[in-house]
């Protein structure tokens, strides 16, 4: 679900806003908080992504979240010229990323940094733009992204 | 037991497409419908089975109302975007083959300019099938599907050399086909000048990589075989038909392999039912929501190994007269989109011998594929009878 903002205090027209249902509301919680979290498997420890109601694994219906570290490498990406919708307006040309998350699950967010490759090393943050939190990778190199 | 030849594609029907049509979608599709019928030799009131493509139009029950049915005894929804009317074709081979019932209407229409929010951007928005995107993806700005399908199509390319030049084959051949199609909507011929001249859209697709946005009504009617012999037309039977999911069909992103397709899973089952391969086929009608979809298609097809489609291609075989004929109608790229149903008319014409100036000559054996949502896939193997 999204609903588009109208109560921002941004002359710009407003960006879709993300409905959280109640499975994944903790996930825009942590993100409010600057923080991703990764939904994982009570009985089986698999973690999965995006939030769904059973482990494919198992088929638990037995949840909780897991703090991610945010750090990747990249798997594709896109450059966005095209205005799809005018809260985009003033952003175009915008990069997307998608990631290999080292949890094992990927993540698509927004690309800040200089010229692409698979497997360049990234990590992940959100951000709040206006009040709404927004996915930003952008360029790492740790002993821990390797 | 299977469907191999258990059904035949009876009769075909389409509006003119265009763009900014006064007709609702509901009134293009019934124009359609009534075509198809029509061509088939029978009468409104004889269609028993009803499978509308997408939830945009009129439902079976609008049929039942408008044509007068007495007794529909099948209908079914098909909820997966441009896979739906290939997908459609299995659904109804099975239900006529079973004897559930006799003439099935498979029927698609659509008005995108008449609703205030329908680009493509904000209309899948409202699909339950995106329901990931929607919430995990739009609102960081991937909101339409070339910015969903880019992706793909750069790992494709990174991995494998596809280039731009191999994009631009696809939309130079598809063109070149809708030039000898008195309804096709782009009527003028395009160079690979023009293509990489075209504005960017979502990097690596340029504008001449993405299909139309058009109104327009399609529609087929599947019979059972045996009693396809008595209706109007030469039967064009379908010899192999299946349908495919890809592993996490609602969000390329979390896809193990991102360039993977339900076609890879399905294409065998149908080529196994056919009894025949590849390189039996006379033309191909392959869905085309962007260029790049035709070449990872040739490849989960099996006519050329993965990530061999972009220079498989190169050599023209795709264009007129080529070894390969593909989208002889101008598919999605340069006819109309109707969601691909055009393309099922399409191979139906020409098995028929009735495609005029993009007749190929000879044509006895073609398949064509839907791809809907984001990765589901279809096949039909149709033959003339």
Known sequence: MVHTSTDLPSPMPAKPVPVPSALTQPYWDAAQRGQLVLQQCSACATIRHYPRLLCAQCHSSEAHWTPASGLGHIHSWTVCHHVFHPGFAADVPYVLVTVDLQEGVRALGRWRGGPLAIGLPVRGRFELAGNLPELVFSFETTPNNS | MTLKDKACVTGIGETVYMRGSTSSAFELQLQASLAAIADA??????????????????????????????????????????????????????????????????????????????????????????????????????????????????????????????????????????????????KKPITLEDHHRSRMIADPFRLLDCSLESDGGAAIVVSAADQAADLRQRRVYISGVAEGHPDSPGAITQRPDMTSLGLAKCAPRAFQMAGVTPQDMDLLEIYDCFTYAVIRQLEDLGFCAKGEGGPFIADGRLRPGGALPTNTHGGLLSQAHVWGLNHVVELTRQLRGQAGLAQVPGAELGLVTGYGDMGDGAVAILRRG
Do not use: W
Not at chain 2, 102 to 110: A, D, E
Not at chain 2, 111 to 138: K, Q
């Open chain 2, 41 to 186: 030799g029978l009468k409104p009131a004889q269609i028993d089975g009803v499978i509308p493509i997408g939830i945009v139009s009129g439902t079976a029950d609008d049929f039942i109302d408008n044509f007068g049915i007495p007794d529909l005894k099948f209908s079914t929804l098909v909820p997966h975007g441009g896979a739906s009317p290939v997908m459609a074709l299995q659904s109804a081979a099975a239900a006529v083959a079973a004897g559930v019932c006799s003439h099935v209407l498979i029927t698609f229409g659509r008005n995108v300019t008449a609703a205030a929010l329908t680009r493509a951007g904000a209309r899948i928005h409202t699909m339950p099938a995106f329901h990931f995107v929607t919430e995990f993806e739009y609102p960081f700005g991937a909101i339409a599907p070339a910015q969903l399908y880019a992706p793909m199509a750069r790992r494709h390319m990174e991995l494998y050399g596809t280039t731009e030049a191999h994009f631009a084959e696809v939309a130079i051949a598809c063109r070149e086909h809708a030039l000898r199609n008195s309804n096709a909507l782009m």
